[in-house]
């Protein structure tokens, strides 16, 4: 598991339209991923959304610019962690340059991160399908001094190469 730091971080004000799945809402607070599509071809850039929605809160404090985080997991076609690539291991999401500040979301609203290239940080060089999930935290409804951990729901890539044409 990798924690990512945002390529881009948008709001968006998605209601009931919407039919992907969510994980378990938490204090008044979803979140969830999806791919651009479910099949790559090998090498060609995984692209994943990140999105955190208020379900229930007045508002939902949120982090937006560089600190934007997500702990993202990504399992083998054989359900061990997939290892980090080179460029993983050696280029550290947590000590990004920049800034952070916090949105509101109102009730019903949704805030959506980008991560271009999920397949630079995991090696994703096996074909077969590969299950991602993440997580993320907020602050608190009930206590200011205390974090929720919401849990994604898991989407599942099928990366194609050679061997599994």
């Given at each position: 598991?990798?924690?990512?730091?945002?390529?881009?971080?948008?709001?968006?004000?998605?209601?009931?339209?919407?039919?992907?799945?969510?994980?378990?809402?938490?204090?008044?607070?979803?979140?969830?991923?999806?791919?651009?599509?479910?099949?790559?071809?090998?090498?060609?850039?995984?692209?994943?959304?990140?999105?955190?929605?208020?379900?229930?809160?007045p508002n939902l404090d949120v982090a937006v610019g560089h600190f934007t985080r997500y702990e993202i997991q990504v399992s083998l076609p054989d359900g061990s962690p997939a290892p980090l690539t080179l460029w993983g291991r050696n280029k550290n999401p947590l000590n990004a340059d920049g800034s952070s500040t916090t949105i509101k979301l109102?009730?019903?609203?949704?805030?959506?991160?980008?991560?271009?290239?999920?397949?630079?940080?995991?090696?994703?060089?096996?074909?077969g399908r590969y299950s991602v999930t993440a997580r993320?935290?907020?602050?608190?409804?009930?206590?200011?001094e205390a974090s929720v951990v919401l849990f994604s729901n898991t989407i599942f890539i099928w990366v194609e190469n050679d061997a599994t044409k």
């Open positions: 598991m990798i924690a990512l730091v945002s390529a881009t971080s948008q709001p968006t004000t998605k209601n009931g339209s919407d039919e992907a799945i969510w994980g378990i809402a938490h204090e008044g607070c979803r979140t969830r991923i999806l791919a651009d599509r479910d099949h790559y071809s090998f090498g060609e850039p995984v692209h994943i959304h990140a999105m955190i929605q208020n379900v229930g809160r109102a009730p019903g609203q949704t805030k959506t991160d980008e991560y271009p290239s999920l397949n630079r940080i995991f090696d994703m060089t096996i074909g993320t935290s907020v602050v608190s409804d009930l206590d200011s």
